[in-house]
């Protein structure tokens, strides 16, 4: 019998809560665990439920010491629940509300980041070694985590994309992720390539540089570069040696932005000559204090100081043998950087992930109204625009009265000439 005695809460969504816990195995084994419990349902649940699915067994077949693992599906009081692994850390979004990270320390995150997504998206799967062509998708501060000995962990992998036979859950037409992180080229309606999780981890470092947010995405060229070049320029300059690194990942054309590994190697060589502290001198000062910080939960959460016994949840599909192929979601890469219009865009901070904060921003194509089934009369058209349709259709005054002129001349002339000739002919007889 598997059990989980729940010590304190970690955090809370609006779809569910992560808890501190200790699972216990038969045989008397004990080891601490997260546990993500779900407590809302509703007609999403379903959905929700087999992206968790599909993350644990992405993360299985990734199997990145960077990666925070999930190791196990449960229900937990008759709610769904994730178990992962613990770390003792917290992520960025709390560290940037009280600290600024030194500039040798961010480089040397920025390039344990970067390597990891790098190996994300060229791993293969283990059985067959096809491409598993991951995308996390969700690249902010709140996913990127710091532990208290200076170690990196990437979190929720809930709306990666990958291509695997067992996937269950389907993103096409979906725009998934944070909208305030969101490149130009998603906002355009195209596909998710590997260079979103790149331009997600650039914003994310200039913001650990300012403790500033980047803000809502700009969706046309000219205005987008410039708000680069604005924020860049806000940077101090003792970041210089991170600036071209951070200049080369905000690029408009994502084809034009680096992979993973370039960024890597950029970042460990900025580390090299930038000032400050490093990585793991800083977070043993700064995280330890904000852990104490933690709440802990509140004496009428009914699952805190409790021990509950774990029932297994239906699995989903399992991987077939021999394993089918998935076909990768959304267009091909882009050829060529989009020349993007303004248009409408949700609320900035709605986010859909694996701590269920909110439904996925769809931004389809507008699809052009049909007033003939609206039921609606067309309006009329103002008297103005009516009168000036009149005078559009028919011929200029100005002509009409030249043309007038010219033939009332013409009909004189011929009554002038006749007349000549009556006169004539008169006298010609009278003579």
Not at 65 to 82: F, K, R, S
Not at 101 to 125: D, N, Q, S, V, Y
Not at 227 to 240: A, T
């Amino acid at each position: 019998m598997r059990t989980l005695t729940f010590n304190y809460l970690i955090g809370s969504g609006s779809m569910g809560s992560v808890y501190h816990a200790e699972l216990r195995l038969p045989g008397g084994f004990r080891r601490p665990c997260a546990v993500k419990v779900i407590k809302a349902a509703g007609p999403d649940r379903e959905h929700f439920v087999s992206r968790m699915r599909d993350e644990a067994r992405l993360l299985g077949m990734l199997q990145d010491e960077q990666i925070l693992g999930v190791t196990d599906l449960v229900l937990v009081d008759g709610h769904d629940a994730v178990i992962m692994e613990y770390v003792e850390g917290v992520d960025l979004q709390q560290l940037l509300k009280k600290h600024q990270m030194p500039p040798r320390a961010l480089a040397e995150l920025g390039a344990e980041i970067a390597g990891t997504l790098h190996r994300a998206h060229t791993a293969k799967h283990p059985a067959t070694g096809e491409p598993l062509n991951v995308i996390h998708r969700d690249i902010k501060p709140a996913n990127i985590m710091v532990t208290v000995r200076g170690g990196v962990r990437l979190l929720d992998f809930g709306v990666a994309r990958a291509a695997f036979a067992s996937r269950e859950s389907h993103t096409q037409g979906l725009v998934l992720g944070t909208l305030n992180y969101f490149p130009p080229e998603i906002l355009a309606g195209e596909g998710p390539t590997t260079a979103i999780d790149v331009y997600g981890l650039g914003l994310s470092l200039w913001e650990c540089a300012t403790g500033k947010e980047w803000g809502p995405p700009r969706v046309q060229q000219a205005r987008f570069e410039r708000r680069v070049d604005q924020r860049l320029g806000e940077l101090s300059s003792e970041y210089g040696s991170v600036l071209p690194v951070l200049r080369q990942i905000m690029q408009w054309d994502p084809k034009l932005r680096p992979d993973g590994g370039v960024v890597e190697r950029a970042l460990l060589h900025a580390a090299d000559s930038a000032t400050g502290q490093g990585l793991r001198t800083w977070a043993r000062e700064v995280v330890p204090g904000l852990l104490q910080q933690r709440p802990g939960g509140t004496s009428d959460d009914p699952l805190i100081s409790r021990t509950i016994e774990v029932q297994s949840f239906q699995e989903g599909p399992t991987e077939p043998s021999p394993p089918v192929q998935s076909p990768p979601e959304g267009p091909a890469p882009l050829d060529r950087a989009p020349t993007i219009a303004p248009r409408a865009v949700p609320d900035p901070s709605t986010t859909f992930n694996a701590d269920g904060q909110a439904p996925p921003v769809d931004l389809p194509p507008p699809a052009p109204r049909d007033r003939s089934r609206s039921g609606r009369k067309p309006r009329k058209p103002p008297a103005s625009r009516k009168r000036a349709r009149k005078r559009s259709g028919g011929m200029h005054w100005v002509v009409a009265t030249l043309i007038g002129a010219m033939l009332g001349l013409l009909v004189l002339g011929v009554v002038a000439a006749l007349l000549v000739l009556i006169v004539m002919l008169v006298v010609f007889l009278a003579g």
